[in-house]
T-cell receptor, first 114, second 114 residues
Framework: QQQVKQSPQSLIVQKGGISIINCAYE??????FPWYQQFPGKGPALLIA?????SEKKEGRFTISFNKSAKQFSLHIMDSQPGDSATYFC?????????????FGQGTTLQVKP | NAGVMQNPRHLVRRRGQEARLRCSPM?????VYWYRQLPEEGLKFMVY????????ESGMPKERFSAEFPKEGPSILRIQQVVRGDSAAYFC????????????FGPGTRLLVL
């Protein structure tokens, strides 16, 4: 019930294309869903996050779509660039808890070809 | 404003030795989280601390692992009698608040056990 399942494991997209990464969760108590970007040898960096009171959030080329009834959320990267090549992690946490610990998906390695 | 700092960045230990990993949170942050990333896997929560208190250690192995966040100084993750399976990247994150707030990650410590 604490799991967050992420797919695909790896993704290859041409420059200018749309990258789509999906995540599904089980615990309906989760109420905070961030996406992190990680480059090799670096720590994860927060990209964008959403709470379940909205169905979509957009920041620049990055959009989160959230489907509360299906317990799914996805990251869309528009106009993908070679510099977007990295590993992306979705995560979830319970704001009502007193810890805020993040439960991470398994990660998606994105390669954007020039 | 400096980000989350971790040291050492790389640590090599032989089986049976002790490993000490340090984390200095961002200025003004009093909440620290430790996560472990095994090769080709996502990040797994280990422990959540506030100054002088362990709040949630549900992800910590029962033996050999301990963590502290003293009133003064960095947070320390200590692994006694390391084994090869402890080889991983250990990330620290800090947050200015508890609950589902933004967590800022450090660059990680890559531990290799020979």
């Amino acid at each position: 019930q604490q799991q967050v399942k992420q797919s695909p494991q790896s993704l290859i997209v041409q420059k200018g294309g749309i990258s789509i990464i999906n995540c599904a969760y089980e615990n309906t108590a989760f109420d905070y869903f961030p996406w992190y970007q990680q480059f090799p040898g670096k720590g994860p960096a927060l990209l964008i996050a959403i709470r379940p009171d909205v169905s979509e959030k957009k920041e620049g080329r990055f959009t989160i779509s959230f489907n509360k009834s299906a317990k799914q959320f996805s990251l869309h990267i528009m106009d993908s660039q070679p510099g977007d090549s990295a590993t992306y992690f979705c995560a979830a946490s319970k704001g009502s808890s007193n810890t805020g610990k993040l439960i991470f998906g398994q990660g998606t390695t994105l390669q954007v070809k020039p | 404003n400096a980000g989350v700092m971790q040291n050492p960045r790389h640590l090599v230990r032989r089986r049976g030795q002790e490993a000490r990993l340090r984390c200095s949170p961002m200025k003004g942050h009093s909440h620290v989280y430790w996560y472990r990333q095994l090769p080709e896997e996502g990040l797994k929560f280990m422990v959540y601390l506030q100054k002088e208190n362990i709040i949630d250690e549900s992800g910590m192995p029962k033996e050999r692992f301990s963590a502290e966040f003293p009133k003064e100084g960095p947070s320390i993750l200590r692994i006694q009698q390391v084994v090869r399976g402890d080889s991983a990247a250990y990330f620290c994150a800090s947050s200015p608040q508890t609950g589902a707030g933004t967590q800022y990650f450090g660059p990680g410590t890559r531990l290799l056990v020979l």
